[in-house]
């Protein structure tokens, strides 16, 4: 399991959850995309297959809108499989995370803090 946690700050971020949708649609590679809101919460998981481990690897981003042009996103990768993982945790969270780091430059919006919590 990997878990990180993302400050994302800039102003109309309320676009953030359709621009990731958009974004991981265009990616393909496979991915299955559960976008859904609660007030100001949004979450999105991914499901991705990966043959180095037979299994697959499961992804929850939360984000979570804040006043004054903040976003928190909590991002957690998990696999599906038994035994060694060579990898494959590292690889989706470095895609999900490289995904956000390229949105931001799109939006002109600042990742503010990174912290890996697992």
């Known amino acids: ?13 309320r676009s953030l959850p359709n621009i990731l949708e958009k974004e991981l649609k265009e ?27 037979e299994g697959y690897v499961a992804t929850v981003t939360v984000l979570n809108l ?23 945790e590292k690889a989706a969270a470095n895609k999900v995370e490289a995904l956000f780091e390229k949105i931001c430059r799109d939006n002109s919006w600042r990742i503010e803090g990174k912290k890996e919590l697992i």
């Not at 299955?32 to 180095?52: A, G, K």
């Not at 804040?66 to 060579?86: D, M, P, T, Y």
Request: hydrophobic letters at 40%; a negative charge.
């Open 1 to 13: 399991m990997k878990a990180t946690r993302l400050v994302i700050e800039g102003s109309d971020l």
């Open 27 to 53: 990616a393909g590679a496979g991915a299955t995309l559960f976008l859904d809101s609660w007030n100001d919460v949004y979450i999105c998981t991914i499901q991705e297959s990966y043959l180095r481990i």
């Open 66 to 88: 804040k006043e004054n042009g903040r976003c928190e996103v909590q991002i957690v990768q998990a696999k599906g499989s038994i035994g060694l993982g060579f990898g494959a």
